[in-house]
């Protein structure tokens, strides 16, 4: 564990931007687990009084047309987003990788039947895709984290696929199979992590997807409901009154969603170069 | 003996910057090569015979810099000569080939296609009679069925016959010096033999000198006519291969020819050289880089290595020699 | 299994692999064409009815040009792949009985076990040597904990592997340092049967010796036999009791090396012979150089003989009748019709 974090140290001083990324992460972690807490307002809260007032001291965002402080919404909101996005990775990640790097490795028909799943996964517009589960499944939060899996399946499976398949002539293959470990085994135990590095950074990529699938969904009216705070939502809600000259509504949430996106491509990055051992000298 | 060698390489240094320090991977690197002749670089990795040959051809790594010296080639310093006047040199007054043909070969273009290519560029010939020439070449390299063979990829033809092509495009403009790095490792013994037979011919026939970089003496000794021993960035000892092989004057090259399998007759009897190669980041390298690890070490090998003429065009870079 | 078994500890017989070339029909195609009968598709015999044995602390060398079926014919033996045909038998029991897809579990796993050419590659990138080294034993021996980790220091210790490089990736050992690994995870399980396939071809002239001698000093240590595969002929030489020559699937000679070496009988094994290099050329025994590519392995006429064509010999016999392995002297044979 140890050479483990020196390591990290020596990859996060190499690239002062993957230390910025870290220490952004860390903070939405922060909003995540302690937002309801250090809101200085209940989200939901309405106080028509102080509807659509600009960004001051009292509201640092501003307020909503039903007077809600927008900053505690932003915070609050995090937890939810980001509990989405993660949901949403680990289940792709579940279905997809481990299809893939069983269909890389096994070729036949176990490749020919994820191949023909991804393919229809695919033929569809995503988004479009991933409205119609959400919609035929229910508008619940649950179901944004399995529309947003089931679309991004044909990207794991296709990378993990991909990874195991040049793999699976290399040498240490053929020795971990003369060293007794069956053909199961093989594949979770030594072929598998070996494409971790490419999956982690898969997966930072497609959180910051996955976010911003659910805020698209929220936008429609899929998924999460008013007056539940997620940045989707407020972006929709923050979108009526652009015109009118209410820039603070949309564009807060806006940008925390911009940012968090940001965060966990270069989150991705990073991490592969941790976690990759020949990086290691 | 009076005529000026078609190579001179005088007191080469290369170093090379990387995360963990400089390496002084060349150092006072010196030798020539005359029209006609074949020298083999030989030595271990480690030994800097490559990096040799990518100065001279101008194509170091980035991170490769050339610290002193001159490589004498047709009159001009191949190492003070822009990026420019090189390329024009390159493919047709010096040419290379490489270890692993297939993968030095475009693997998305007809191997014809590949030898007109070089043929327009610096032969001077048309779009439309490269292709009939490019042909000749491979009749030259002796290609079953050329005109059916230039058509093919790569990929679909065996390493024995990739090497061929990768000759075929060095020599195809004819150069006055083709340097050769470990061209038949990878390659079956016959295959080998047939194509450093081939690289003899072709070399005789145009009076063409080639350097020859092997890991493998008894290679360098049956097709070269001198071998230069090269250890951690020096060159240690050069003679004809049939003298170094009879009277080595180097403690390393004995070393190196008593490790090496062929020459003995028994696994007890062969030998491994002890110690390692020394760090070469190391700011305190000594004058000999292989005294650390030499039991034949005098005081006086801290001071700056002399070069000992022992016999015909035997040269030697030691303080006590054997 | 009572008493000291008797006889060679590996016997192969008759053993073949053919692999089917070219696309298969598709499910419209077969279904469609219920009238015409589907033609056979072409085999590529890649190792052909091969027989020899290996007998007790025996190191036998198997040596050929790239394409012989070297490659298939280790991996027939060590039961990563299942042959066509014929039998492998290591001291008495027949492998060939059970399906590579299931040996990892079989109790004759750890019987057979090989090093591998390219160290590096045959090390899994993101287990420690320690890890890469504990692997098999983990497996088919069942240590664990404590026991396991004194084993993994022991065989670091006996295969000259420094116990601090244990800790390490193989991106941050030697060339060397990796074939010691490798070695050491070889022989971790105490096989009967070591397949070496050429060990030291990676590695400077300077290491090699010093891998070389490691691998002798084991093999009379732990009572191994050694099956050497290599392209190097000065190295199986030195190491090698016996030697097969391949050529395109089939043995075309064998006999003690230094017999073999000195008076090869059959044209292809004095062309590789030929071959070596060697500082003196004019002391070589007959020249004879070979040009040309290979017969195709795919559907070989089965009356021709593979090197009709290539060879400096070569009568109408030669295309008529197949030349079978003969006895050529105690203990040689000999595939050719003028040997």
Redesign the interface.
Known sequence: MLPLLRHARYVLSENPITGLAFGLFALFLIAAAFGPVLAPYSPLQSNAAMALKPPSAAHWFGTDQLGRDIFSRVLVATRLDLAIAFASVILAFLLGALSGVAAGYFGGWTDRVVGRLADTIMAFPLFVLAMGIVAALGNEVINIVIATAIINFPLYARVARAEANVRRDAGFVEAARLSGNGETRVLLGHVLPNIMPIMMVQMSLTMGYAILNAAGLSFIGLGVRPPAAEWGIMVAEGANFIQSGEWWIALFPGATLMLAVFCFNLLGDGLRDIIDPRMRT | MTAVPALSVEDLSVEFRTRSGVVKVLEHVGFSVDKGETVALVGESGSGKSVTAFAVMGILDAAGKVTSGRALFGGADLLALGEHDLAEQRGRELSMIFQNPRTALNPIRRVGLQIADVLVRHGGATRSDAPRAAVEMLKKVRIPDPERRAEAYPFELSGGMCQRIMIAIALACRPALLIADEPTTGLDVTTQAVIMDLIGELAGEAGMATIFITHDLALAAEYCDRIVVMHAGHIVEAAPGRELFAHPRHPYSAKLLAATPGETVSLEKLASIPGGLPDLRRPDLPACRYSDRCERRLDQCAQPLPQRTVGERHVVACWNPL | MTGDMPGPLLDIAELAKRFTVGARQGLLARATSFRKPVAPLPQLHAVDEVSFTIGRGETVGLVG???CGKSTLVRLI?R?LDPSSGSIRLGGAELADFKA?????NPH??R???V???AG???????TAAD?IA??IR??KKMSGAKLTARVEALADMTGLPRELLSR?P??LS?GQKARV?IA?AVAVEPALLILDEPTAAL???????I??LL?QLKRELGMSYLFVS?????V???CDRVLVMYLGKVVEQGPAAEVFADPKHPYTK??I????????EQRIGRL?????PRSPIDPDPRVCRFYGRCPKGTPRCAEEMPLLHPAGPARQVACHFA
């Open positions: 040009e790239s394409g060590n990563l897809r299931t040996f990892a579990s796993r750890a057979i076990q090989m591998f050419q390219d590659d045959s090390l899994n990138p993101r287990f890469a692997d098999p497996r088919l990736f991106h941050q060339g490798g995870r400077d002239v300077s290491v090699q010796v010093v070389l001698q002798q392209h190097d002929l000065n190295v030489r030195l190491l062309a590789l030929s071959a070596i290099p060697q500082a003196e050329p150089r070979l040009g040309g590519e």
